[in-house]
């Protein structure tokens, strides 16, 4: 039951109903006390879908990392958001996070971009190294003439991340062209090669591991369906030996019967009569084989 589709999409309106009303109490004139009670009830069925799964599942259910999402979700659910839990009131927001493990194509984004991270990572120390560099030479080119955006290493570093965003950059570069005009230069190159280029590069990394789980879950179920093919096909075919067999075996004894019994011609010709009739039902179960292998 728990694994049904039925399920999952009753969980999932009960989860967009709790965001619904985490939103709705953010406006200090509604109906609070209604709200707490439907917020109970939520909390209630949260409760009971996570006792279904244990009992289910057993230990198997936290070898699934989602599982383990979801359990610690419901605990926080559950802790008195009183006294010294008050805080833990802020984590009830993580309910409406369960749309992702309720949704299998979400699962599969959030899955991909886990696997993207070493790659993320190659990617975007680069672009710190980048970063880092252009942060010093910038000082030591407009340190002095625009020490408001470039006076020192902090403050460059940040003006360099302000213009890889492309955030109010006009306004940096305007200051820095009053004082020095070839400047133009050192900020088309740097938009260009972190801008254009390493956020690209992490676009990438991140499409292609999303590509490659895809494919990963399209060829579980190509297998699965070759799987049930192949068993299928290897069932017909033990027919297939088995009804050969059949018809060797009445051939043996149609060639052995004359020599033994020392039948009459026409005495003999009856086991041929009955192994043309047997040949005719066998020959149409084999056609008929062949069709639903077809």
């Known amino acids: 039951m728990v694994e049904s589709r039925w399920f999952s999409n009753v969980m999932l309106m009960v989860i967009l109903v709790n965001a619904a009303i985490l939103g709705w109490a953010t406006y200090q004139d509604s109906a609070l006390p209604y709200l707490v009670v439907v917020e109970r009830i939520v909390v209630g069925l949260f409760v009971v879908e996570m006792t279904l799964k244990l009992y289910a599942w057993r230990w198997r259910f936290f070898r699934d990392p989602w599982n383990w999402f979801d359990f610690f979700v419901v605990v926080v659910s559950l802790i008195p958001a009183t006294g010294p839990f008050a805080v833990l009131r802020i984590l009830r927001v993580l309910r409406i996070l369960r749309v992702i493990t309720v949704v299998p194509q979400m699962r599969q984004i959030i899955t991909a971009l886990f696997k993207a991270v070493p790659g993320m990572g190659t990617v975007i120390g680069l672009l710190l190294v980048v970063i880092y560099t252009a942060a010093i030479i910038a000082h030591q080119l407009f340190g002095e003439d625009v020490p408001e955006f470039f006076g020192n290493l902090g403050t460059s570093l940040y003006t360099m991340f302000l213009l890889m965003t492309m955030e109010n950059w006009p306004d940096v570069s305007d200051a820095v062209l009053e004082q020095h005009p070839m400047g133009w230069v050192f900020f088309v190159l740097y938009i260009v090669l972190t801008t254009f280029i390493m956020l690209n590069l992490v676009i990438g990394v991140i499409v292609t ?86």
């Open 209 to 294: 591991s999303l590509e490659q789980e895809v494919s990963e879950v399209r060829w579980a179920e190509d297998q699965e369906i070759e799987e049930v093919q192949h068993e299928a096909v290897m069932t017909r075919l033990a027919e297939l030996g088995r009804q050969v067999e059949r018809l060797d075996r009445l051939l043996r004894e149609r060639e052995a019967a004359p020599a033994v019994n020392g039948a009459s011609a026409p005495e003999a010709d009856r086991p041929l009569e009955a192994l043309e009739s047997v040949g005719e039902c066998e020959g149409t179960s084999a056609r008929n084989s062949r069709n639903d292998l077809e």
